[in-house]
């Protein structure tokens, strides 16, 4: 397998991770860095250190808010926030199992539910997610039951249609994603 | 008549109907026409680019060729819309290897992007093109007394793409003034919601929330206005579980922009989606039924 920090280098969004000279400016500006296994400064050092599985199985980019004031702040371009998402896109790719957070579940039924009707139906999503996270959702059952008073002032001021809106033929997108990854498969 | 490519986003058909609604009625009042894309799809989001960020780039794409059909440039009053349409865009022409590519699986669709639309966000549109010299002339109501926190949201600044500065914003404040409202002092004006991880990480979103609440309240604003339509969700649906996590007494109203322009052109709250607005806004338009009548 390839050097990990190459690898990281060679996902789009990952391209400056070796330009980061560690003055923690990402980790200062991140208003969920405290939340995070490891902060992005950190979590930087620990990809050039060529720790793959302590970074892809961390939940540290899955608490990325995708803000991007890590990005416009940070003085060597390294656009951490891109980077977050290189290496959730890695994790998955290569499989890795995160725990201490869900937001991996809930990213899968929001991509599922487009890959479905072709635009995202947030009523269906969101049920889906809910549903794919059972246990997380029995082990706070307090919190659990009052998500469903947002759901309901949601949908009784008409913002939550029930049924999804169809794009014809879903676009086309099946198809041109399967092309897609034929094509990737090739190269 | 100005006409532009439309780009509403899955948002504009639900939870951010009343943008949706919004948006369009006030286009007609300022004479531009937005065009809606015929069947695009979902932008990706940040979600399709965390879980393959190249096949993002292919569904951001399909977008781009169907836009780059109309010669027109492509409008979205959706913030998360604006930055995922814009990064492939930018990184589709950077790199011509991959456009290729993504070019070879879109012609299964009989489609092709170029690279030649530039993709821009309608508080843009109504800043550069319409400007607020011009939305004031045409206003019937001007929104005297109204003190409204200008929320821009973090994607709709950042990363820069040149239109507004990327902390310290003023392009929505320009655009409240012009209105006759009062854009408050407003600190945390471009700070983050929490964005989508209010469906994931619940308590961590609610405490960013209610750090924006609080500022808006501090600077006595009577309400908010944003341009993003997950923020004003997450401000105005979650607000009441805001106020029970954190025993505070938050009724701020939480306006899309293009509401407030709305209600300054004199149209009705129906066709703004005002219905559609959780923490009601009846208090706010009251106050300013009085302030237009003299009361």
């Given at each position: 397998m390839r050097n990990f920090v190459d690898e990281v280098a060679a996902t789009p969004g990952g391209?400056?991770?070796?330009?980061?000279?560690?003055?923690?400016t990402c980790t200062g500006s991140?208003?969920?860095?405290?939340?995070?296994?490891?902060?992005p400064r950190k979590i930087i050092a620990m990809v050039r250190a060529g720790m793959r599985d302590e970074v892809l199985s961390s939940n540290s980019m899955w608490?990325?808010?995708?803000?991007?004031l890590c990005t416009v702040r940070c003085p060597r371009g390294v656009k951490p926030t891109e980077l977050a998402h290189a290496l959730e896109s890695l994790a998955v790719r290569q499989g890795y199992r995160v725990s201490g957070t869900v937001t991996p579940a809930l990213y899968h039924s929001f991509v599922n539910s487009i890959k479905r009707?072709?635009?995202?139906h947030e009523f269906g999503m969101m049920v889906r997610f809910y549903l794919s996270v059972i246990p997380y959702l029995i082990s706070r059952p307090l919190s659990t039951i009052k998500m469903l008073p947002v759901g309901w002032s949601l949908w009784r001021h008409?913002?939550?249609?029930?049924?999804p809106h169809k794009v014809k033929e879903k676009g086309k997108l099946p198809e041109i994603l399967q092309k897609f990854s034929e094509i990737r498969g090739s190269c | 008549m100005k006409d532009y490519a439309f780009y509403p986003g899955?948002?504009?058909?639900?939870?951010?109907r009343g943008y949706g609604l919004s948006v369009q009625a006030v286009a007609g009042s300022l004479e531009i026409q937005l065009i809606e894309l015929e069947d695009w799809n979902c932008c990706g989001s940040t979600p399709y680019g965390s879980l393959n960020e190249l096949e993002a780039m292919v569904v951001a794409a399909r977008n781009l060729a169907l836009a780059e059909k109309t010669g027109l440039d492509l409008v979205t009053p959706c913030s998360s819309c604006y930055v995922t349409l814009k990064k492939a865009n930018l990184h589709l022409q950077d790199h011509p290897r991959l456009m290729a590519m993504v070019n070879e699986a879109l012609a299964v669709a009989g489609l092709e992007y170029h690279g030649k639309v530039s993709v821009r966000h309608i508080v843009e549109v109504l800043t550069d093109d319409i400007t607020p010299g011009l939305i004031t002339e045409k206003i019937k109501r001007r929104l005297e007394g109204l003190k409204v926190a200008p929320y821009y949201g973090c994607q709709l600044v950042r990363?820069?793409?040149?239109?507004?500065?990327?902390?310290?914003?003023g392009s929505l404040d320009s655009l409240i003034e012009c209105l006759g409202a009062e854009a408050v002092p407003?600190?945390?004006?471009?700070?983050?919601?929490?964005g989508s991880l209010i469906l994931s990480e619940e308590d961590l979103a609610l405490g960013l929330i209610n750090k924006l609440l609080k500022s808006a309240a501090d600077n006595g604003a009577h309400c908010l206005a944003t341009p993003c339509p997950l923020c004003q969700t997450n401000l105005d649906a979650y607000q009441g579980k805001v106020n029970s996590k954190f025993k505070t007494g938050y009724n701020l109203p939480v306006f899309f922009i293009t509401q407030l322009i709305g209600l300054a052109l004199g149209l009705d709250d129906k066709s703004l989606g005002?219905?559609?607005?959780?923490?009601?806004p009846r208090d706010v338009l009251t106050q300013l039924a009085g302030v237009k009548s003299g009361t």
């Open positions: 391209e400056h991770v070796l330009s980061c000279i560690q003055c923690g991140c208003p969920v860095a405290d939340s995070m296994e490891y902060p608490f990325c808010l995708s803000c991007y009707n072709g635009r995202v008409r913002r939550l249609p029930l049924m | 899955c948002s504009a058909e639900s939870t951010g990363p820069q793409y040149g239109f507004d500065d990327a902390e310290l914003p407003y600190p945390v004006k471009a700070r983050c919601c929490g005002l219905d559609t607005n959780i923490v009601s």
